[in-house]
């Protein structure tokens, strides 16, 4: 609040003025007026104190660069008078080992030269020593190399004698054990032929006496003794086997005389090499000749022939004329065409039966397969139909795992 008595009014506005902050405005003007004065002096003052300071440091620094240099000027007289002094001295000492070194390569290149020399003369020596000493060795070498020779042509001529001599026998055992090797695999070959023929006949014919013919033992190799449920030895069949690359004839001559010995009715060569005069199955002096394919076919009919005969002898007997035709007829051209025949189409039967036999199992197969194809591709509609369906599709037990007629597959299909 303005106290009255510090205030005026304006004449002019009539506004109210206070006296206190009148004066107080004018003599903070003074005070700054006299600060700024005497703020004025005291920078010049400091002016002139730095400008002093700063002329008293540049005559101070160069006071001191002038007794810098001085003193480097003096430094540097010295110490080139020193380097001088002791150049000198280091050259004068280099000088002298130089003059030093120099007398010492001299000495040294001649020394290197008298040793070259000496290598030289040692080099000469020694080859002339090595050539004398080569000549003498090989002159030497040379007597104890046709002493050698001379040794070993002695001894590998008895060496070589006996190589040849090994080597023979060698040959010779080789020739020996091929000629024992494929003899051994004829009689093996030969052997598997009598033991098939031998097993064939007891299975096929079980009322028969199959007799065999021990190796070592005269005569061919199987005997067969015919026998029926009602009566025994209708006649006697001898079989002899062949497995050989050609035909003997005189085979037949040798088994005709076996057949005698053993008084068989008929005989039978089973060979796999047929005579060059009978491309087939065939009657030769009296002794059936045929292969092996032929032999089953041939055997049932000569077995049902001494049957037949057996019968017509207990039927005709007292008859001689009759049994003479019936002899005659037996080993005739009529009854070995008959049984050439015979033979013939029993071999085409089981031919064309076997034939038929593989024609139907592929048949079978193959249907197999097809209904096995329907099989699984009916199984898998169904499961596809019912896995969208659900228990909306018809129950058909057939199809059903657990039905009573689940169709099924042939084992291995």
Same mark, same amino acid.
């Given at each position: 609040?303005?106290?009255?008595?510090?205030?005026?009014?304006?004449?002019?506005?009539?506004?109210?003025?206070?006296?206190?902050?009148? $004066?107080? =405005?004018? #003599?903070? &003007?003074?005070?700054?007026?006299?600060? @700024?004065? +005497? *703020?004025?002096? !005291? %920078?010049? /003052?400091?002016?002139?104190?730095?400008?002093?300071?700063?002329?008293?440091?540049?005559?101070?620094?160069?006071?001191?660069?002038?007794?810098?240099?001085?003193?480097?000027?003096?430094?540097?007289?010295?110490?080139?008078?020193?380097?001088?002094?002791?150049?000198?001295?280091?050259?004068?000492?280099?000088?002298?080992?130089?003059?030093?070194?120099?007398?010492?390569?001299?000495?040294?290149?001649?020394?290197?030269?008298?040793?070259?020399?000496?290598?030289?003369?040692?080099?000469? $020596?020694? =080859?002339? #020593?090595? &050539?004398?000493?080569?000549?003498?060795? @090989?002159? +030497? *070498?040379?007597? !104890? %190399?046709? /002493?050698?020779?001379?040794?070993?042509?002695?001894?590998?001529?008895?060496?070589?004698?006996?190589?040849?001599?090994?080597?023979?026998?060698?040959?010779?055992?080789?020739?020996?054990?091929?000629?024992?090797?494929?003899?051994?695999?004829?009689?093996?070959?030969?052997?598997?032929?009598?033991?098939?023929?031998?097993?064939?006949?007891?299975?096929?014919?079980?009322?028969?006496?199959?007799?065999?013919?021990?190796?070592?033992?005269?005569?061919?190799?199987?005997?067969?003794?015919?026998?029926?449920?009602?009566?025994?030895?209708?006649?006697?069949?001898?079989?002899?086997?062949?497995?050989?690359?050609?035909?003997?004839?005189?085979?037949?001559?040798?088994?005709?005389?076996?057949?005698?010995?053993?008084?068989?009715?008929?005989?039978?060569?089973?060979?796999?090499?047929?005579?060059?005069?009978?491309?087939?199955?065939?009657?030769?002096?009296?002794?059936?000749?045929?292969?092996?394919?032929?032999?089953?076919?041939?055997?049932?009919?000569?077995?049902?022939?001494?049957?037949?005969?057996?019968?017509?002898?207990?039927?005709?007997?007292?008859?001689?004329?009759?049994?003479?035709?019936?002899?005659?007829?037996?080993?005739?051209?009529?009854?070995?065409?008959?049984?050439?025949?015979?033979?013939?189409?029993?071999?085409?039967?089981?031919?064309?039966?076997?034939?038929?036999?593989?024609?139907?199992?592929?048949?079978?197969?193959?249907?197999?397969?097809?209904?096995?194809?329907?099989?699984?591709?009916?199984?898998?509609?169904?499961?596809?139909?019912?896995?969208?369906?659900?228990?909306?599709?018809?129950?058909?037990?057939?199809?059903?795992?657990?039905?009573?007629?689940?169709?099924?597959?042939?084992?291995?299909?």
């Amino acid at each position: 609040m303005t106290d009255a008595s510090n205030s005026i009014n304006c004449p002019t506005c009539g506004e109210t003025i206070d006296v206190n902050d009148i $004066l107080h =405005s004018q #003599v903070e &003007a003074e005070l700054q007026k006299k600060f @700024a004065s +005497q *703020l004025a002096d !005291e %920078k010049t /003052k400091i002016a002139a104190q730095q400008a002093k300071l700063e002329e008293q440091a540049q005559q101070h620094d160069e006071r001191v660069n002038e007794a810098v240099r001085e003193r480097e000027a003096n430094i540097k007289s010295r110490l080139t008078a020193e380097l001088k002094e002791e150049q000198e001295s280091s050259m004068a000492a280099l000088q002298e080992q130089l003059k030093e070194k120099s007398a010492k390569v001299i000495e040294l290149n001649e020394k290197s030269i008298e040793v070259e020399q000496l290598k030289m003369q040692n080099a000469e $020596l020694e =080859s002339s #020593v090595r &050539a004398k000493a080569a000549a003498e060795h @090989a002159a +030497q *070498l040379k007597v !104890e %190399k046709e /002493k050698i020779v001379k040794a070993a042509e002695e001894e590998n001529e008895l060496k070589l004698k006996e190589l040849q001599q090994q080597l023979q026998d060698q040959i010779d055992l080789t020739a020996e054990m091929k000629r024992k090797q494929e003899q051994g695999s004829m009689q093996s070959q030969g052997e598997v032929q009598e033991l098939a023929i031998e097993e064939w006949l007891q299975s096929q014919f079980p009322l028969d006496d199959i007799e065999e013919i021990k190796k070592g033992q005269l005569g061919a190799d199987c005997l067969q003794t015919v026998n029926t449920r009602s009566k025994t030895n209708c006649g006697t069949i001898y079989y002899e086997s062949k497995r050989t690359k050609s035909f003997q004839p005189a085979w037949i001559e040798k088994f005709k005389g076996d057949i005698r010995e053993k008084n068989a009715k008929i005989g039978v060569l089973v060979t796999e090499a047929m005579p060059s005069s009978m491309p087939r199955m065939g009657l030769m002096e009296g002794v059936w000749v045929c292969s092996f394919q032929e032999f089953k076919g041939l055997s049932l009919v000569l077995r049902e022939s001494l049957i037949q005969l057996t019968d017509a002898i207990v039927t005709q007997e007292n008859k001689g004329g009759k049994m003479s035709d019936l002899y005659d007829f037996l080993t005739g051209n009529e009854f070995k065409l008959q049984i050439e025949g015979i033979v013939e189409g029993i071999t085409q039967m089981k031919t064309d039966l076997e034939s038929e036999q593989r024609s139907m199992r592929t048949i079978w197969k193959k249907r197999e397969k097809q209904i096995a194809k329907v099989v699984d591709n009916t199984l898998g509609m169904y499961g596809s139909i019912k896995g969208i369906a659900g228990s909306k599709v018809i129950y058909i037990d057939q199809l059903e795992l657990g039905g009573d007629e689940t169709l099924e597959l042939e084992d291995g299909e």
